[in-house]
């Protein structure tokens, strides 16, 4: 089923963006809500007046933002698509890669968003929930103890159950993005440094501290151990000023 919003015909100048704007603004409207079908390549020729090469640039362009996903072999146009960490996930590590967003303000970023996840999650889980992180701590501790390559997976997994039970979906997306922009730096890192075992072991000690915090519902000792790993795990990543900052922004400072 298609929904009977009209566009309009397009400037001449940079006509696709024009076209893009238009389009986006539709979505972000709720006239097409997701899982919705844009008109077909032809219509949307007539609508706006413009070539079909046009079209299809403003289809590729919004495709890449990650709000359509063509569907060949079906009547009518592009389907849209539900809010992606994916693609936000993209847009972190190219940002990383150049250089327009430092590691130490994404750091930052994570520290803020895992704290406050943290918190909520201590306030808000159900059984369920708890028990979800409760296993996710178990395969940590086992895979560290084997030193396994699954160890990785299995520290996301269980943030992904931290930033779940917060019952907010920003949070949730944000958290995904950042942490597969960050995870690959951790993985160049790792086989750098031959993946000492102990620092595995450790993190599973410092984030069943955070699990027991999160499950005696204390929501600022959650908070204090989310934000003081994330810190401590990038610190040696950056630079003397920017781990001084993040030890002032903790307030582990201690120089007057």
């Not at 084997?146 to 039970?165: G, V």
């Not at 993005?177 to 410092?206: F, H, N, T």
Request: hydrophobic letters at 40%; proline letters at 5%.
């Amino acid at each position: 089923m298609t929904s009977s919003h009209r566009f309009t015909a397009a400037s001449p100048v940079y006509t696709y963006q024009r076209i893009v704007e238009q389009i986006e603004e539709a979505i972000l409207s709720g006239e097409f809500p997701v899982g919705s079908q844009l008109p077909s390549e032809r219509e949307l020729m007539v609508q706006f007046g413009v070539s079909r090469p046009t079209v299809r640039e403003a289809l590729r362009v919004l495709q890449s933002m990650g709000l359509l996903e063509p569907r060949p072999g079906t009547r009518g146009g592009p389907v849209v698509l539900a809010p992606s960490a994916d693609t936000l996930g993209r847009s972190f590590r190219t940002m990383l890669g150049t250089a327009t967003l430092g590691l130490a303000e994404l750091v930052q970023f994570r520290i803020v968003l895992d704290g406050s996840a943290s918190e909520l999650a201590a306030i808000r889980h159900d059984a369920e929930q708890l028990g979800r992180m409760r296993d996710a701590i178990e395969r940590m501790r086992e895979a560290a103890e084997r030193d396994a390559p699954d160890f990785a997976e299995a520290d996301l997994s269980f943030h992904e159950r931290i930033w779940e039970a917060s019952g907010n979906r920003i949070l949730s997306l944000s958290g995904q993005a950042v942490a597969g922009a960050l995870r690959e730096l951790l993985q160049r890192d790792a086989e750098r440094s031959g993946g000492d075992p102990a620092v595995k072991r450790d993190s599973a000690r410092i984030d069943g501290g955070l699990f027991a915090a999160i499950e005696r519902r204390d929501a600022a000792e959650a908070g204090r151990i989310a934000r003081g790993a994330i810190a401590d795990r990038f610190a040696p990543m950056l630079d003397d000023a920017e781990r001084a900052t993040l030890e002032r922004f903790l307030g582990r400072d201690a120089t007057p």
